[in-house]
C-alpha cells in the first residue's frame, strides 16, 4: 500500500500514513498559531447609509490584516453578517486584532470568537497499535 500525506491549508499539522507500519504521525510547525473563528454580531441596529465611511475604514481595515496575514479568510453569512477565520497565537490575540476594526471600535458589532483546534477523528478509522 503506498503511503499518503496530509497538509491543512496552512501547514499548521502534517499527518502522514507509512507505507510500512501504518501508523499516523502528527508533527506541529514551528510557528503557534491557530485557527480562529470570529462571527461578527450587531450589537445595534444601524443605518448603514450613514456609515459609508465607517465602512470603507473597515473594508481597508479588513486588507490590511489580511496582508498581515492573521485574516486568511473573509465572508459574510446568509444573513450578512461577517465571518473570518484569523490565525493567530489564541483568542485573546485575536480579540486585540478584532477590537481595532472600526465598527468594534464604533461598538456597533462584536466578535463571537472560537478557537479552531484540528480534528481528529479520522484516527478512530485506524488501527493506531
Not at 12 to 24: C, D, N, P, W, Y
Not at 86 to 96: P, S, Y
Not at 109 to 119: D, G, K, S, T, V
Request: include cysteine; aromatic fraction near 10%.
Amino acid at each position: 500500500m503506498p503511503g499518503w500525506s496530509w497538509f491543512s491549508q496552512n501547514d499548521t499539522f502534517v499527518r502522514r500514513l507509512s507505507a510500512s507500519g501504518g501508523k499516523v504521525l502528527t508533527t506541529p510547525k514551528q510557528d503557534n498559531n491557530m485557527k480562529i473563528l470570529a462571527i461578527e454580531k450587531e450589537l445595534k441596529t444601524v443605518d448603514w447609509e450613514n456609515e459609508s465611511q465607517t465602512l470603507i475604514e473597515e473594508a481597508k481595515s479588513a486588507y490590511k490584516l489580511m496582508l498581515s496575514g492573521n485574516l486568511r479568510e473573509i465572508y459574510f453569512s446568509e444573513n450578512k453578517n461577517a465571518v473570518l477565520i484569523l490565525e493567530c497565537e489564541d483568542k485573546i490575540v485575536a480579540k486585540q486584532l478584532l477590537d481595532k476594526l472600526p465598527l468594534v471600535k464604533k461598538g456597533i458589532i462584536y466578535f463571537e470568537i472560537i478557537e479552531l483546534h484540528p480534528y481528529t477523528g479520522f484516527t478512530r478509522l485506524m488501527d493506531l497499535e
